[in-house]
């Protein structure tokens, strides 16, 4: 299981990153500036084909919280009029397909399921995650399993916002496996550590929050976190795709560009972003239904640079 743990604080310290998906690899062991990174190929299969994003809500959210998370799975294959867009984000995966020449997944917004009874308790461990992500399907799915913010999940703030693996099954008669990811609603329980640049960092440079583009700072928060989960998800799904560093702690292709979110970024400052007139809230990629998000950088295997869309 490709499991996203962080830096440890000293590069927390150097950097002021969002800390909030991907695993970290050990500061001594980062050899290179993640901007000249190489990530390898190891030979293993990535996810192609179509595939349905399911969302599993654990815990209390609102309809409106549910409405920002499932929007933004929406837009991964929405092409939208405004740009840039969150389709136009996720086709920068595609440059990792080129190099395995395999034809890129098409992904889509499957089933919901809602867990508001909290099933397995409040404090969960990686195994009812994954009893968690069981519950979407179990062929040609990322099921993502989403932790309201009185949840707590083992890590969760520790060393990490988010996770994501697979699981084996049997469909059909066959051995097959669906991936899945993790992210936990960070607002109440630490919000600088997983919610940057939406709130107050805990370490680093003590540079002024940003406004959210959907004004929740926990959501904003999570399409960060989801987002750069889903990138390594598809390029990296079974820990034998694209990473460098040891499989246990992996930099992929969104954790290899981890605090850079715009043209110009550096420790404390997110980069050069959108600014919406009205609320003042930043942004770098619109979405379905007039929304918009703040999505990280994409190490781009071409140019073995982080890619940013503004």
Not at 253 to 270: E, M
Request: charged residues 15%.
């Amino acid at each position: 299981m490709a499991c996203y743990t962080f830096f440890v604080k000293l590069f927390t310290l150097i950097c002021l990153l969002n800390l909030s998906f991907a695993s970290r690899r050990m500061l001594q062991n980062l050899v290179q500036d993640p901007q000249t990174q190489t990530l390898h190929y190891h030979k293993g299969s990535l996810l192609h084909g179509k595939i349905s994003i399911n969302l599993i809500w654990y815990g209390n959210f609102k309809p409106s919280q549910k409405a920002i998370l499932s929007d933004f799975v929406t837009s991964l294959s929405s092409p939208s009029h405004s740009q840039p867009s969150v389709a136009t984000w996720w086709k920068a995966t595609e440059k990792y397909y080129h190099f395995t020449k395999s034809n890129p997944l098409s992904v889509h917004l499957g089933k919901q399921v809602h867990d508001e009874n909290y099933s397995v308790g409040k404090t969960l461990t990686n195994d009812q995650i994954v009893q968690l992500a069981s519950k979407g399907e179990a062929k040609n799915a990322i099921n993502v399993v989403l932790t309201a913010t009185d949840v707590a999940v083992d890590g969760f703030c520790v060393n990490r916002c988010g996770s994501h693996g697979s699981k084996s099954s049997v469909v059909e008669g066959k051995n097959d496996k669906f991936a899945y990811i993790w992210v936990g609603n960070s607002e109440t329980q630490c919000p600088g550590y997983c919610a940057w640049p939406f709130h107050q960092p805990i370490y680093g440079p003590q540079s002024p929050p940003l406004v959210g583009p959907n004004n929740d700072v926990g959501l904003d928060g999570m399409v960060i976190n989801l987002s750069g989960l889903l990138a390594g998800t598809a390029t990296n799904p079974f820990g034998n795709g694209f990473y460098q560093g040891p499989s246990g702690a992996p930099l992929e292709a969104a954790s290899a560009c981890t605090g850079i979110y715009g043209n110009g970024a550096y420790p404390g400052y997110a980069g050069d972003l959108l600014v919406d007139s009205t609320s003042g809230s930043s942004y770098n990629a619109h979405g379905a239904n007039g929304r918009k998000y703040l999505l990280p950088a994409i190490y781009d295997p071409s140019t073995s640079k982080c890619s940013t869309l503004v």
